[in-house]
């Protein structure tokens, strides 16, 4: 049996125990805690005509289970669906079990839009967790707005955009593509780049402000730059190049599956990882490892917000019961994690506003706290992203990454730097 054979396995055995209503409450310690009043009125909180009756209201979950974004975009359903379970258990919102409604966009961006189209329009559901790929947030954005819905993103991206209807929880470019070279630069005393990425909206935009960055600001040199379509699987021209060219840093933002064959192949070129040549990806989470092999990526290093790694006590109690809920050898990643702080950010704003209605909710949200984040801590900026750590990891053999760096101060976020556009 395979390792994703297997994974696969001790989630469907984890549904049957949740079905039976034997999955494990999270740690108490987990929980924000709030001072649950009586629920209020339905017709007080839904003026709107949203799915919620006078118990429960029904979200949607909109990501890639099938096709090639599907290494990726499973761990954001996992956790999306633990912190609705550890929500449930702590009384719900506005005195409210949450249901949720999941799609699939099956790795195909008019699939997102239609899917998120049912599910603002048919389903009505009062908010909606989803997307991974810049393509597919950009498919699904004239819907939100459209039809006045709001998405929580939990992905990394390249920035150069703000909307009302989304929250952006992952980092953007100078969260996480300028600190990051900045970092390579400094403490590796970097020079030269080849720039590497799947051939789609969010590595095309982040190589722009990656190159902008190292010729513009940097003073340094790249040295190559191509792309691969998604689910590419054969890489052994751009490495020969790359072992011709002989870059100080391979910048690599591959996506989903092909990860698998770029640094099998990689390895097999007898590319050093570890002693030689230095390659920073802000793509591979250990999600994506999980398929890549811990052996075949060891030594890279990944400029990101979360490792599953952090030793602090909200993720220690995070990671306990994202095992317990869907199995020992489950991982968790940046976007994973991201994902997972979702669900809790519109539970608070909803709490705040008192009120499921979209613009009531959204007003509430700039400056709301999620003090228990496995992260440590994130706010809501104004600008609809979240104030966050950078932090640099390694990536060791089994898996996951050793914590090298992070910045002593949240990052403000700045989606449209100057300079970059």
Known sequence: ??????????????R?????????????????????AAAPATAAINKTGLAVTDDAVTVGILHSVTGTMAISETGSVEAEKLAITQINAAGGVLGRQIKFIQEDGASDWPTFAEKARKLLVNDKVASVFGCWTSASRKAVLP???????????????????????????????????????????????????????????WPRTSNKIARKHIENFLKLEVVGEEYFPLGSTEFNSVINKIRLKKPDVIYA??????NVAFYKQLKAAGIDLVNKQKLLTISVTEDEILGIGGENIVGAY???????????PNNKAFVKA???????????????????????????????????DT???IAASPGIELKTAPEGYVRIHENHHLWS????GRARADGQYDVIYETPELVEPNPFPKGYQ
């Open 16 to 36: 049957r125990k949740l079905l039976l209503g034997m999955a494990a409450l999270p740690a108490a310690a987990l929980l924000p805690r709030a001072a649950y």
């Open 389 to 392: 750590k950078t932090r640099i």
């Open 143 to 201: 819907v939100f707005e459209q039809y006045d819905g709001i998405l929580y993103y939990p992905t990394f991206y390249e920035g150069l955009e703000q909307s009302k209807n989304v929250f952006y929880e992952g980092q953007e470019a100078t969260q996480q593509i300028i600190a990051g070279l900045n970092w390579i630069v400094k403490e590796k005393g970097a020079k030269s780049f080849y720039l590497l990425g799947s051939d789609y909206i």
């Open 253 to 258: 933002i591959i996506v989903g599956g092909s």
């Open 359 to 361: 613009d009531k909710v």
């Open 322 to 356: 994202f095992k317990e809920m869907w199995g020992p050898q489950s991982v968790i990643g940046d976007v994973t994690q991201a994902a997972y702080e979702g669900p809790w950010l519109w539970k608070l704003a909803c709490e705040k506003a008192q009120s499921f």
């Open 302 to 312: 990944a400029a990101m917000k979360y490792f599953q790694s952090l030793d602090n």
């Open 1 to 14: 049996m395979t390792e994703r054979d297997h994974r696969s396995t001790l989630r469907s055995a984890t």
